[in-house]
């Protein structure tokens, strides 16, 4: 992308990051999050990748209500961001924050694992950090028995 095409992008994530919390009322379109603009080298269109908290049930409820608010979002666009040809906006579900969280989810359910075999009684896995021998050694040395070996 060329420094523009950076530029402008920056601004319509800035004007929509503004728009879309705080100007629709659509109660549908909850919880949204503009994770990055891509503009076209022409500038005239806009890919708008967006995020949500929540399930696809709630995402598919947000795209429905951001396709019938496009309209009032242009236009707000047009009013905060200041160019002679407006890209047209075109808006993307982004899952890749979905995604980063089902793997956290994942990799805290592999760690949490050994935890719960202990607490059920069972054996702790061999990679855990606190591993007790299973039979202990006395390492003191008494001074008579050093006296003997000499």
Same mark, same amino acid.
């Given at each position: 992308?060329?420094?523009?095409?950076?530029?402008?992008?920056?601004? !319509?994530?800035?004007?929509?990051?503004?728009?879309?919390?705080?100007? !629709?009322?659509?109660?549908?379109?909850?919880?949204?999050?503009?994770?990055?603009?891509?503009a076209?080298?022409?500038?005239?269109?806009?890919?708008?990748?967006?995020?949500?908290?929540?399930?696809?049930?709630?995402?598919?409820?947000?795209?429905?209500?951001?396709?019938?608010?496009?309209?009032?979002?242009?236009?707000?666009?047009?009013?905060?961001?200041? !160019?002679?040809?407006?890209?047209? !906006?075109?808006?993307?579900?982004?899952?890749?924050?979905?995604?980063?969280?089902?793997?956290i989810?994942?990799?805290?359910?592999?760690?949490?694992?050994?935890?719960?075999?202990?607490?059920?009684?069972?054996?702790?896995?061999?990679?855990?950090?606190?591993?007790e021998?299973?039979?202990?050694?006395?390492?003191?040395?008494?001074?008579?028995?050093?006296?003997?070996?000499?």
């Open positions: 992308m060329s420094r523009r095409q950076e530029k402008i992008a920056r601004e !319509l994530q800035r004007a929509l990051a503004q728009i879309i919390p705080y100007e !629709l009322t659509d109660p549908r379109i909850q919880h949204v999050t503009i994770t990055r603009v891509e076209t080298a022409d500038l005239r269109t806009a890919k708008v990748f967006f995020s949500v908290l929540g399930g696809e049930k709630e995402s598919r409820r947000v795209i429905w209500g951001l396709i019938h608010a496009k309209r009032f979002i242009q236009a707000a666009v047009g009013r905060r961001v200041k !160019l002679r040809i407006l890209p047209q !906006l075109t808006f993307v579900y982004d899952d890749s924050i979905a995604g980063s969280i089902r793997i989810r994942l990799v805290e359910s592999l760690v949490k694992k050994p935890d719960a075999a202990e607490a059920e009684g069972g054996e702790p896995h061999a990679d855990t950090a606190n591993v021998p299973k039979a202990k050694v006395d390492a003191t040395v008494d001074e008579t028995e050093v006296a003997e070996e000499e």
